[in-house]
């Protein structure tokens, strides 16, 4: 079972999910609480991507990079966030001592399936709009994030055990 990254669907779920809420925190943890949904419901990840443990959280690897690609931090990006082209898809500014995340243009439908849509819908309305510093305390709830060492991936399998259905997914997955 291994994660696979596909950039240009990783851009339009945070383009989607920025027509919702501007707050970084509040975009990469709704994109976290999607994918398990995702996960519980049909047994993948929306954009495949790895997730991080890192100090304010479970952090999507590829996502974040899109961002910061668009943010303009210093880092050897791979050639497919360069290739995705994000900073024509999305605009990101430091406000004081949050990122905002703001779409340019409309997601590409093309990209999200239904059931991305259902997921990423599901994750929007509980969290996207939800007090960062309550959301702080939920994600550091997440068995898997607490499993993990800091700054390191965290387990697929340990996120699809976190599931109330885990067992069976991850059985489904193995099979």
């Known amino acids: 079972m291994h994660n696979y990254l596909d950039t240009q669907k990783a851009l339009e779920a945070i383009v989607y999910v920025s027509q919702k809420t ?9 994109l ?8 519980e419901n049909y047994g993948r990840l929306i954009t495949g991507d790895r997730y991080i443990a890192m100090e304010d959280g ?3 690897s590829g996502a974040y ?12 990006y791979n050639s497919k966030i360069i290739d995705a082209h ?9 406000d004081g001592k949050e990122t905002m995340v703001s779409p340019l243009r409309e997601y590409d439908p ?20 939800m007090n960062t510093s309550k959301l702080w305390d939920i994600v550091h709830q997440e068995e898997a994030y607490k499993k993990t060492p800091p700054n390191k991936t965290m387990p697929i399998s340990e996120i699809i055990l976190s599931l109330p259905n885990g067992k069976d997914v991850l059985e489904f997955l193995n099979s």
């Open 58 to 60: 479970p952090v999507p």
């Open 22 to 30: 501007n707050n970084l925190f509040n975009v990469v943890k709704t």
């Open 86 to 94: 994000p900073e024509k898809a999305i605009k990101v500014v430091r």
């Open 32 to 39: 976290y609480f999607a994918d398990k949904f995702h996960l």
């Open 65 to 76: 990079d899109l961002i910061k690609f668009v943010r303009g931090d210093e880092f050897t």
């Open 110 to 129: 093309d990209y999200l399936s239904e059931s991305d849509i259902e997921c990423l819908d599901k994750s929007i309305e509980l969290f996207a709009k």
